[in-house]
């Protein structure tokens, strides 16, 4: 029998990571978070935070739709927030009990943090959860942004907003390896420097699982 191989677009375009996304091949996204980005660098801690009692969390990776060349939306938040002040990080936050879905909450998310109207998202697909030492099992949700949105950010929340080439992003070599101690353990992670920004912790750690999960 004959079959047509699936299309292909532009390596780093939107219409390609939407392709990867829908067509995921790997461990179920249940268990699959043990197997990817700075968890495989931390198995001990990790292990320790999956016992923890952790709040549901959900974060918009948000992949502009640029043609050949898609480019990655981050925020930098303010540093007057209680939890990762002044860190890189992608829009997102807890799942509230009146969010239908993951999706859901990180789309409204979003939409306060940055002001990215819903209407110009469509999620994609999901990667593996993170588990957070700061007590959050959080759920990536990848999502093509259509051109033609007017940011608006939420000055208590975010300092700024700035986009990142995806070609970048998934270029392994510009993800550097660096540790510190923490509350007695010595904890791994992935930091990507950009400009004038450091992308790390978190946010580093899931760029790498979509890395791993969609490009390695």
């Known amino acids: ?10 390596l780093f375009s939107a219409s390609e990571l939407r392709r990867r996304a829908l067509h995921q091949v790997g461990s179920p996204l249940e268990v699959a ?9 931390n198995p001990d801690m990790f292990e320790m935070i999956e016992a923890m009692t952790l709040r ?22 303010t ?6 002040s002044g860190q890189v990080a992608f829009p997102g936050g807890s799942i509230d009990p009146q969010d239908a879905s993951a999706e859901r909450a990180a789309m409204r998310e979003a939409e306060e943090e940055i002001g990215l109207p819903v209407d110009y998202v469509e999620t994609v697909g999901r990667l593996p959860d993170y588990l957070a030492a700061s007590g959050f099992r959080i759920t990536p949700i990848l999502a093509i942004i ?49 400009q004038d920004h450091m992308i790390w912790g978190i946010t580093a750690g899931i760029v790498r699982t979509l890395y791993e999960r969609l490009y390695a």
């Open 1 to 10: 029998m004959n079959t047509v191989a699936p299309e292909r677009f532009p």
């Open 33 to 41: 978070w043990r197997e990817h980005g700075d968890h495989l660098l």
């Open 56 to 77: 549901k969390a959900a974060v918009l990776v948000p992949v502009v739709d640029d043609g050949e060349e898609a480019s990655v939306i981050f925020t930098t938040r």
């Open 79 to 84: 540093a007057t927030l209680k939890k990762h």
């Open 146 to 194: 259509r051109r033609g949105f007017d940011l608006k950010p939420n000055p208590a929340e975010v300092h700024d907003v700035f986009e990142v080439p995806l070609s970048f992003l998934m270029n392994p070599d510009n993800h550097q390896r660096d540790s510190r101690v923490w509350n007695g353990y010595e904890r791994h992670f992935y930091r990507v420097p950009y």
